[in-house]
């Protein structure tokens, strides 16, 4: 029984991995294009994190399932994450993802804000 518990709470963990991995191609792209600095950044935190994520295929699935929805897209991963712990750092990541490319869009500032207002974290 515990072993079971234990291999649910990593499913559970990997699942809002991924989607904060999401969530942080989502601020790339809010701007209708990635650019390559800002791809740099969320591969040196999935390198600095041991996951295996690339943000052009996550793109391409943002795409096809959401059809250019942003707010679709991103209300579908936020809802995913549940541990605090993932989004606090979702929340930093965003912000090192909004700088990367050296212009703040006022769209990554808002997910940002629609983060920390639908997580309640200031």
Known sequence: MLESRNKLIIIYCMADQKASFYIMVLTAMIDHD??????????EIANKYKIKFNPYEASSDIKNDFKNDFD???DFYVSIIESDEIKKDTIEFIKDIA???????DKEIQILQKCRNKWRIN
């Open 34 to 43: 990635i650019h390559e600095k800002e791809v740099k950044k969320i591969n």
């Open 72 to 74: 679709k897209a991103f």
């Open 99 to 105: 700088y990367a490319d050296g212009i703040l869009h």
